[in-house]
């Protein structure tokens, strides 16, 4: 979900307007904040907005501090404007990321709106791989990525990764399952350097964690299970085994 606002004089503006982004972006949420203009720093800051629209001509509002500020935050500002007000030199501010005209059109607010998300989208997904480099780089440590946000696990407690389809399903010493939105390659080039060895196309196991290979192919498990090793890889696994 992105978090937004509309700062509008006009009720009947930012009602209409509101209505149109719901009816075409139902992943921004809309908060409803009564406040003066020597509030709006102070509410962007606290309730840390992703996306403002906000309305290009309120008088006395220095533009200037609220565009520099709220680029610093990190977040995008759609200004309101009449179209024959394109001229309005906060329009061409380096913190202003797209305009909406009035009379409100519905072709203008959905490619802004549109452009504007998949700024948003870039920038969280860069931040995640940010999140998972640091982890990464604490010895053991690595972040892992689950429904619920990133979770950060000791490498010595997975056990195995079993690849699901479009996902995987981690198993640790602690708990049983993770789901996470890697692929088993994606796990594959993350713990390889912690001694796991992908013994099957679907499986990645910790080569601490094996306690006996038996002649039908199988590989087990501290924790009972049982995963296949695929003939092309016996060889190999066989002569990392025998170096633990």
Not at 38 to 58: G, M
Not at 83 to 106: E, Q, R
Not at 185 to 214: C, D, M, Q, T, W
Request: charged share 25%; aromatic share 10%; proline share 2%.
């Amino acid at each position: 979900m992105v978090t937004s606002t509309i700062i509008h004089s006009s009720m009947e503006r930012k009602e209409e307007l509101a209505s149109r982004i719901q009816m075409f972006f139902p992943q921004i949420t809309i908060s409803d904040f009564e406040f003066s203009r020597e509030e709006i720093h102070n509410i962007i800051k606290f309730q840390k907005l992703q996306l403002l629209f906000i309305d290009a001509s309120i008088p006395d509002l220095n533009y200037n501090i609220l565009l520099s500020d709220l680029f610093k935050e990190k977040c995008e500002v759609i200004l309101i404007t009449k179209a024959n007000n394109s001229d309005n030199k906060y329009c061409t501010h380096f913190g202003v990321s797209g305009l909406i005209y009035l009379p409100i059109n519905t072709a203008n607010i959905v490619v802004t709106i549109r452009t504007i998300l998949q700024k948003i989208n870039l920038l969280n997904s860069k931040l995640f791989v940010k999140e998972i480099e640091k982890a990464s780089a604490t010895e053991n440590i690595v972040g892992i990525p689950t429904l619920s946000g990133i979770e950060y696990i000791n490498t010595r407690n997975i056990i195995r990764c079993e690849g699901l389809q479009k996902c995987s399903r981690v198993i640790t010493v602690d708990r049983k399952n993770i789901i996470s939105s890697y692929s088993i390659g994606n796990f594959s080039e993350l713990l390889k350097p912690y001694g796991f060895e992908l013994v099957h196309r679907s499986h990645l196991i910790n080569l601490a964690k094996v306690i006996r290979y038996s002649r039908e192919g199988f590989i087990y498990l501290t924790d009972n299970s049982r995963v296949p090793l695929a003939r092309r890889k016996k060889t190999e696994f066989l002569g990392l085994w025998s170096c633990l």
